[in-house]
């Protein structure tokens, strides 16, 4: 059975919904009116089953070490000051429309602020996505302060946390969900990491695979 992720399951409803409705004034219709409805039904039930890929959170084995935040492909990966974190590695990862929405947590810690930022809506790969809309987490870790950044892009409008500050989450739990896919950024502090395994244009999994192995 597929998992619905938390935050996706009104747009399931809604969509399978419309489709029933349709159906039903399919039945009680005739002649181009019935034909016109039968093309719309088909067109919602196959919308209906892209939201349920869309939304889809399949279980996962958690990795060692620290592990991918998101689905999606690494697109940048720098070294630079942050004014939270310190000197860190920023690893941006890029979600597409059909990867798993549902963002999970690369290690332990405890969430020390949630801060939601307005902003605009351009595509996340593009320079200007550093002024959309974002989620900002500061997590408290037994490696030091660590930052995820939840960026919505042209299509995702919407990020939903599932955490709240001074939260304990284990490593690998779910923290939120962006939807229809956008980009999220993870800072990591630069002295503790001992190795990156992870390149540029790496397709990674959330909560699976490990992206760094920290100094202990």
């Known amino acids: 059975?597929?998992?619905?992720?938390k935050g996706g399951l009104p747009w399931v409803l809604g969509s399978f919904t419309t489709t029933f409705f349709f159906i039903l004034f399919t039945y009680f219709t005739s002649g181009l009116l019935s034909s016109i409805l039968l093309v719309l039904c088909l067109l919602f039930f196959?919308?209906?089953?892209?939201?349920?890929?869309?939304f889809r959170d399949p279980f996962r084995v958690?990795?060692?070490?620290?592990v991918a935040?998101?689905?999606g492909k690494i697109r940048e990966i720098v070294h630079l000051q942050d004014p939270d974190?310190?000197?860190?590695?920023?690893?941006?990862?890029?979600?597409?429309?059909h990867?798993?929405?549902?963002?999970?947590?690369?290690?332990?810690?405890?969430?020390?602020?949630i801060t939601h930022y307005l902003g605009c809506h351009v595509p996340a790969f593009k320079k200007e996505s550093d002024s959309n809309e974002r989620v900002v987490l500061l997590i408290k870790t037994d490696i030091?302060?660590?930052?995820?950044?939840?960026?919505?892009?042209?299509?995702a409008r919407r990020i939903v946390p599932y955490v709240t500050q001074d939260t304990m989450v284990k490593k690998g739990e779910k923290i939120g969900l962006i939807r229809l896919g956008s980009r999220v950024d993870l800072y990591l502090p630069a002295n503790r990491i001992k190795v990156l395994v992870i390149q540029v244009h790496d397709t990674i999994t959330a909560g699976e695979d490990t992206i760094a192995k920290i100094d202990d």
């Open 99 to 113: 990867n798993v929405h549902v963002n999970r947590m690369p290690l332990d810690g405890t969430i020390q602020s």
């Open 46 to 54: 196959l919308f209906s089953c892209l939201i349920i890929v869309f």
């Open 69 to 71: 935040v998101a689905d």
């Open 1 to 5: 059975m597929i998992s619905i992720a």
């Open 144 to 155: 030091g302060l660590m930052k995820i950044v939840q960026i919505a892009g042209a299509v």
């Open 62 to 66: 958690i990795g060692p070490g620290v």
């Open 85 to 97: 974190v310190g000197s860190c590695i920023r690893i941006s990862t890029f979600m597409n429309i």
